[in-house]
């Protein structure tokens, strides 16, 4: 934004050249979208705006125009990848967030776009000139600095648009993707739901653990052996410890199908 307002405003998109028979370099002359400059050595600095827009030529006239759209669209693309940005608190929890900053890197890369029309056109123009050969050196004038810095700001601006359109897309694809969409009454089924017949399911099925199974048989039979060893002897006063129930290995636990106690 900040490259395409400096390369509007400043008159230095063409610089006289001194070559050939114009090699005083007392006087340089600097033009721009808005103004005409002169330079002189003794450090004097005067310019002159036109007087007339609509007796600019056409290409001048298109210039400007881009490029006052261009400052408008990078103005507004700031405010708006300001708020859509994941660092800000503008909007935050919101799922409209990456379409705001998707919104501003596609006026950033209008905004650059529309920028690299008239530095590209005023670049072919200026070297086209430079080199014919039947016109007066006098005439003729070299690349100024804001079409260096003009060409800069709109790459720069149709990359980070660019990057900024990217990432919205990744996060609304990401999202798609990492979203699971559960249906009615997860994680159990729906009432009125079967597996695989479409049929109303009337009882719910329950696993049980093969090898807890096996475990709980080993203690029961365990636990009767205790128990008729007791009633046989009388030294012992008090119930065998293996007697003992373990909440644990209760044969009536079981596990659900979803897998869920």
Known sequence: MLGT?????????????????????????????????????????????????????????????????????????????????????????????????GTGGGLFLTAGFLALIPVSWTTHEVVQTFYQANLPSSLKYELGDCLYVGLAAALLSMLGGGLLCVSCCETADGGRRGGRRHGGGYPYPAPGM?????????????????????????????????????STTTQSSTPAQGAKKDPRRNPAVGYDVTGYV
């Open 5 to 101: 307002l400096v390369s509007t405003v400043l008159p230095y998109w063409r610089t006289s050249a001194h070559i050939g028979p114009n090699i005083v370099t007392a006087v340089a002359n600097m033009k721009g979208l808005w103004m005409e400059c002169v330079y002189q050595s003794t450090g004097a600095f005067q310019c002159e705006t036109y007087n007339s827009m609509l007796a600019l030529p056409s290409d001048l006239q298109a210039s400007r125009a881009l490029m006052v759209v261009s400052v408008v669209f990078s103005v507004l693309a700031v405010v708006i990848s300001t708020v859509g940005m994941q660092c800000t608190i503008c909007m935050e929890g919101s799922a409209a967030k990456g379409r705001v900053a």
């Open 194 to 230: 079967g597996v695989g017949t479409g049929r109303a399911r009337t009882s719910s099925q329950t696993y049980r653990n093969p090898t807890l199974q096996m475990g709980v048989n080993a203690a029961t039979k365990a636990a009767t052996l205790a128990r008729s060893h007791t």
